[in-house]
């Protein structure tokens, strides 16, 4: 039999953000894989998700995909029907694209089944337009002891604020170190980099959003000062920040409405 | 009763793109709505729909929701659960947010449930990565006839091939008109922009990758040469396009194997 490979979205807070077309699949294939190290996801139940497609799921980490060439699952698709279910959109995260790759060469015939996505949720989320988002960022955890502090977040802001574009940040996730990064700890990384790069573009009182568990039950959306995002509490991960440039006058309601902004300082942000 | 408005994203295909989240709140609602003129869904079908949740769908225009202001909407929400199902994720349309802020003003509780877009889905489709994709622009029908040949789509790719970065272009879509711009066309318009603009960014030869129904069982993803592109056969609408900036080695081969690109002229965006 011709192996077949599934790469299912799974959305961004619990089982129930599968589509119905995922869960048809996942009744029908003979076997089913879970990786969890990509994005965190705060509602998922992975006993439910057993008893909703009727079978036992696989868990994989991170050393099963990237070290040993996802050879646990591609092995089982040359014959099979398999299914690699996925926090988000299937191929945000660049691990996903080397195991397509991977089975493709293989022949091995792979399905994309699409979930919901951090990258469009924070349009919903925010009322920030899409239109205006520039190039996307995720903030890693500077090494101190081995000289390692990344300026890219820091570039990327300000190469999209000198061209009017909105920043998303995304932020590290190390799960088995359980380590995930917060809003707070984002924004100290960011206030180090000004003091480190000096363009006068992260400040106490510069707009920000802070999102945190987007698409649960529990989300907490919250437009503010750094200085005041960075003492709120946001309650457990995951999280991530944007960095607004100016903003439209539908932006700056939606902002004062959907993410308890302050008036006064969304104004300074208008046109 | 306190009213509640749901905006729920449909996905990109059909009814069974929706969330098992999403169908439970449809099965609970008083009212359901559905607007289908911001984006096309190839497959869906409504009295098929209309069977899953139970109850009947009124169709809403862009007159209903634009023009005055989504009041048959608004009105109902003021004192039960109303449901809005929107192509794609809700927001990505801009018009979703002024009737979201709407609602807010009047006291309305707004609830979204995110639907897969093709904002994100596009990584999956082709392997492209999701940290190499500058500002999104639509390609909206230029009306010479008024004078009116919008250049924003060219100063956007321009701008963003010159900091390495790809470009996705939606496309236009004039539903009560029966329009639906098809990649040849916006291939075209980019080729006249070209010749007014006249600084060499999109050539015959240029690389770029055409995306047809994404996420449907006849979805077609080619990546080619702009003339190549032109003349290929990619059926109905929603078309899509990416104009890629250099490509990373794994890009270069997920093209390849994803998108049926020609080793040669994929190899000339290497890095």
Not at 49 to 75: P, Q, S
Not at 105 to 130: D, M
Not at 232 to 261: Q, R, T
């Amino acid at each position: 039999m011709q192996g077949e490979l599934y790469f299912i979205g799974l959305g961004l807070s619990s089982e129930y953000d599968l589509s119905l077309k995922a869960l048809e699949i996942l009744k029908k294939v003979d076997k089913v894989f879970l990786e969890s190290y990509t994005s965190l996801m705060p509602e998922l139940n992975i006993k439910n998700l057993e008893k909703l497609i009727g079978k036992k799921i696989n868990i994989v980490t991170r050393k099963d995909l990237e070290e040993e060439d996802a050879r646990v699952i591609l092995d089982e698709a040359l014959h099979k029907k398999v299914a690699l279910l996925v926090p988000g959109d299937p191929f945000v995260a660049t691990t996903h694209i080397a195991i397509c790759i991977n089975a493709k060469k293989r022949g091995i015939k792979v399905n994309v089944i699409h979930g919901p996505s951090i990258i469009s949720a924070i349009y919903g989320a925010t009322g920030l337009q899409c239109y205006k988002f520039g190039k996307i960022v995720t903030i890693v955890y500077p090494e101190p002891q081995y000289n390692y502090f990344p300026e890219t977040p820091y570039e990327v802001l300000y190469d999209n604020l000198m061209r009017g574009l909105h920043t998303l940040f995304l932020l590290d996730l190390k799960v088995e170190k359980g380590k995930c990064m917060s809003i707070k700890e984002a924004i100290e990384i960011l206030l180090e980099l000004e003091k480190r790069k000096k363009k006068n573009i992260v400040k106490s009182d510069t707009l920000a959003v802070g999102l945190a568990r987007l698409g649960s039950h529990s989300q907490k959306i919250k437009a503010g000062t750094l200085i005041e995002l960075k003492n709120y509490d946001f309650g457990p991960p995951p999280h991530s920040l944007i960095i607004p440039a100016k903003l439209h006058p539908l932006e700056a309601e939606a902002l004062i409405l959907l993410a308890d902004a302050d008036e006064k300082i969304v104004k300074r942000y208008l046109k």
